[in-house]
């Protein structure tokens, strides 16, 4: 794994004094709340993070598409990108000039049609449903109805289902999707993986595509991302992570940037176009004062370098220090975390000689316990250093793989999938490292909402770039092109789009609940 340069005496960084930050304003009055029980009511203060555990992960069960702990790329651009922790991503820079076609406005739907194939949304029976489902109510009874349904339910016990209206935005119409996940451009010849969304078995999530579609006779057909795009006036929201955080990332930009009427005054900090290889990055929406940021931190802990006895320079992972950017967001509103696949390398998952707290580097130290002293140091942190009653705080869950017949290094492949998994048998077992998450994030002071993201991702072995993932080939890809796939990320259009509706509905429940605490006397 290509490391940065790790310096003892430096733990955290400060925001060069050079760069410009948008002024963070408070997203309401947060409350400390827990959305993931259907048994729930609406939550109350100071409540613990208890998301539930999918029951349908099934410990044990065949899985013959895919491997139990797959593993992405040592020679990931996050650890190049560590070694540029100097770099702010708050800087403001002139906006690039930018020339893209706004895709076409669709309407979208959570049900289907009386007549149509499973699974697969009819625009008609919407308009129909529309009326049923309005008649005599207020826009804002049905929207609070679609609330607290939202509230009572468990969002991440559901089911992929085809919807025509997907995707949130035309494939080749956000330029600034990474060419690793670009897989329509890269020459993948199936289109349907874009036409999947996910339904909850107690609720539909509000979609991205049109404001919540029931309330589309009062509103009009103006694209979702506006009203989100309002919610986050005047903030910054920041992810955290690895790249498959920088995959969300990418996804939201290009879901809020489709709603933007005027794409010129969306741009990138300092007019960076590639986003692989940097310790941060900022796109600034100018007319809403929002910015949307990503900072590199695959591990959320630091990356190190320690003196051994011949005067060379050892490789650690400092599992008592947190990322050295933390002082750059920690006052940002919305803050978006993960951390996962990189802790199956090899050297992490070993942990021989790898894993250092104070001066102690541990001769072998499990991969499991080290996880869990890097997220408790994380935990601490935020409980020391992020106001609940201004920041969100969001920790993203495991995102699965599907390597079949070996790992990333050694010939997975998922190339030949084109469809969801629709057997929950076929589903692996829950990642004992998520179960570590959520006993830390039962402790924690501030509540933390967790995205648990895993059983619903792991239905989708048709989604990631596979062969996909690049247009120019090296001569040795190009002489074994199957032993190099990317069964790990996400093509964009895709599930990472779907997570970020996820996220749309969690603003709006914490938004209700704070305007229905505010009526209380």
Same mark, same amino acid.
């Given at each position: 794994?290509?490391?940065?340069?790790?310096?003892?005496?430096?733990?955290?960084?400060?925001?060069?004094?050079?760069?410009?930050?948008?002024?963070?304003?408070?997203?309401?009055?947060?409350?400390?709340?827990?959305?993931?029980?259907?048994?729930?009511? *609406?939550?109350?203060?100071?409540?613990?993070?208890?998301?539930?555990?999918?029951?349908?992960?099934?410990?044990?069960?065949?899985?013959? *598409?895919?491997?139990?702990?797959?593993?992405?790329?040592?020679?990931?651009? #996050?650890?190049?990108?560590?070694?540029?922790?100097?770099?702010?991503?708050?800087?403001? $820079?002139?906006?690039p000039k930018v020339s893209v076609a706004s895709p076409k406005q669709n309407l979208s739907s959570s049900v289907k049609g009386g007549n149509t194939e499973k699974g697969v949304v009819s625009s008609n029976n919407?308009?129909?449903?529309?009326?049923?489902?309005?008649?005599?109510?207020?826009?804002?009874?049905?929207?609070? !109805?679609?609330? #607290?349904?939202?509230?009572?339910?468990?969002?991440?016990?559901?089911?992929?289902?085809?919807?025509?209206?997907?995707?949130?935005?035309?494939?080749?119409?956000?330029?600034?999707?990474?060419?690793?996940?670009?897989?329509?451009?890269?020459?993948?010849?199936?289109?349907?993986?874009?036409?999947?969304?996910?339904?909850?078995?107690?609720?539909?999530?509000?979609?991205?595509?049109?404001?919540?579609?029931?309330?589309?006779? $009062?509103?009009?057909?103006?694209?979702?991302?506006?009203?989100?795009?309002?919610?986050?006036?005047?903030?910054?929201?920041?992810?955290?992570?690895?790249?498959?955080?920088?995959?969300?990332?990418?996804?939201?930009?290009?879901?809020?940037?489709? $709603?933007?009427?005027?794409?010129?005054?969306?741009?990138? $900090?300092?007019?960076?176009?590639?986003?692989?290889?940097?310790?941060?990055?900022?796109?600034?929406?100018?007319?809403?004062?929002?910015?949307? #940021?990503?900072?590199?931190?695959?591990?959320?802990?630091?990356?190190?370098?320690?003196?051994?006895?011949?005067?060379?320079?050892?490789?650690?992972?400092? +599992? /008592?220090?947190?990322?050295? !950017?933390? /002082?750059?967001?920690?006052?940002?509103?919305?803050?978006?975390?993960?951390?996962?696949?990189?802790?199956?390398?090899?050297?992490?998952?070993?942990?021989?000689?790898?894993?250092?707290?104070?001066?102690?580097?541990? /001769? #072998?130290?499990?991969?499991?316990?080290?996880?869990?002293?890097?997220?408790?140091?994380?935990?601490?942190?935020?409980?020391?250093?992020?106001?609940?009653?201004?920041?969100?705080?969001?920790?993203?869950?495991?995102?699965?793989?599907?390597?079949?017949?070996?790992?990333?290094?050694?010939?997975?492949?998922? /190339? !030949?999938?084109?469809?969801?998994?629709?057997?929950?048998?076929? +589903?692996?077992?829950?990642?004992?490292?998520?179960?570590?998450?959520?006993?830390?994030?039962?402790?924690?002071?501030?509540?933390?909402?967790?995205?648990?993201?895993?059983?619903?991702?792991?239905?989708?072995?048709?989604?990631?770039?596979?062969?996909?993932?690049?247009?120019?080939?090296?001569?040795?890809?190009?002489?074994?092109?199957?032993?190099?796939?990317?069964?790990?990320?996400?093509?964009?259009?895709? *599930?990472?789009?779907?997570?970020?509706?996820?996220?749309?509905?969690?603003l709006l429940m914490r938004q209700y609940q704070n305007q229905h605490q505010q009526k209380r006397p």
């Amino acid at each position: 794994m290509a490391e940065a340069t790790k310096s003892s005496n430096n733990t955290s960084q400060s925001p060069n004094p050079s760069t410009k930050t948008l002024k963070a304003t408070p997203f309401g009055n947060p409350t400390q709340t827990t959305f993931n029980s259907s048994q729930d009511a *609406v939550p109350t203060t100071n409540q613990t993070s208890k998301s539930r555990v999918p029951s349908n992960h099934t410990a044990g069960s065949p899985a013959p *598409v895919v491997n139990k702990e797959p593993k992405v790329s040592g020679t990931s651009d #996050e650890a190049k990108a560590l070694k540029k922790t100097n770099q702010s991503a708050n800087a403001a $820079a002139p906006t690039p000039k930018v020339s893209v076609a706004s895709p076409k406005q669709n309407l979208s739907s959570s049900v289907k049609g009386g007549n149509t194939e499973k699974g697969v949304v009819s625009s008609n029976n919407t308009a129909s449903l529309v009326k049923k489902q309005s008649n005599g109510k207020s826009d804002s009874m049905v929207k609070d !109805s679609m609330v #607290e349904s939202l509230i009572k339910c468990d969002i991440f016990d559901g089911e992929w289902v085809k919807d025509d209206f997907y995707p949130l935005y035309k494939p080749g119409s956000c330029t600034l999707i990474d060419e690793q996940f670009n897989c329509i451009n890269n020459g993948r010849p199936d289109k349907d993986y874009q036409k999947y969304k996910w339904k909850p078995k107690g609720c539909s999530l509000p979609s991205l595509v049109v404001d919540v579609l029931i309330f589309v006779h $009062a509103i009009g057909n103006r694209l979702d991302g506006h009203r989100m795009l309002d919610l986050l006036r005047g903030k910054r929201l920041v992810f955290v992570g690895d790249s498959i955080n920088r995959n969300m990332w990418e996804s939201l930009i290009c879901i809020l940037r489709n $709603a933007v009427k005027d794409k010129s005054k969306v741009y990138e $900090a300092n007019g960076r176009v590639h986003f692989r290889g940097e310790a941060s990055y900022s796109f600034i929406f100018k007319d809403y004062n929002f910015s949307v #940021e990503l900072f590199v931190s695959p591990f959320l802990v630091q990356e190190w370098e320690t003196s051994v006895k011949n005067g060379t320079k050892k490789e650690t992972l400092r +599992l /008592d220090l947190v990322g050295r !950017s933390s /002082d750059q967001y920690k006052d940002a509103d919305i803050i978006i975390f993960n951390t996962g696949h990189w802790w199956t390398h090899d050297k992490t998952a070993k942990g021989k000689g790898y894993y250092q707290e104070g001066s102690h580097i541990y /001769d #072998e130290l499990n991969v499991l316990e080290a996880f869990r002293r890097a997220i408790t140091t994380w935990s601490r942190w935020v409980d020391a250093n992020i106001n609940p009653s201004k920041s969100m705080v969001f920790f993203r869950g495991y995102s699965a793989s599907h390597f079949s017949g070996g790992q990333w290094n050694s010939g997975g492949q998922c /190339d !030949s999938e084109t469809v969801p998994i629709k057997n929950e048998k076929y +589903l692996r077992e829950y990642p004992p490292k998520m179960r570590v998450l959520e006993k830390v994030l039962k402790y924690m002071k501030t509540h933390v909402t967790y995205l648990n993201v895993t059983k619903m991702t792991d239905f989708r072995k048709d989604g990631h770039p596979s062969i996909y993932r690049k247009q120019n080939l090296s001569p040795e890809e190009r002489r074994s092109p199957l032993r190099y796939q990317d069964c790990s990320h996400w093509c964009l259009p895709g *599930v990472p789009d779907v997570w970020n509706e996820i996220l749309y509905a969690e603003l709006l429940m914490r938004q209700y609940q704070n305007q229905h605490q505010q009526k209380r006397p």
